[in-house]
């Protein structure tokens, strides 16, 4: 667990990490296996979703499992729009 002296110092702590990195999305009519790249490249576990332009919802692991679950080998036909969360 990271302590912080001040109020100050944790504000300014997170700036600097906020600053460092920039949001990891993808476009809703991406392929699943493109947005399963993309979070494997930057070790992620959940993806923005954005569609013409504006956030639309986001894609986590548990929604890929799910699919995996539910839609067995068909899930690499879908794009991330059809299994992402809202």
Known sequence: MIKFRNSKEFFDKNAMIE????????????S????????KENNI???GVTSLGKFIGILTEK??????IYND???HNMIVAQIMHR
Request: aromatic share 4%.
């Open 45 to 47: 576990s959940a993806i």
């Open 63 to 68: 929604d890929l499992l799910n699919s995996i």
């Open 73 to 75: 080998s068909r899930m």
């Open 19 to 30: 600053k460092k990195s920039l949001p990891i999305i993808v476009d809703a009519s991406m």
């Open 32 to 39: 699943i296996n493109y947005a399963i790249g993309v979070m």
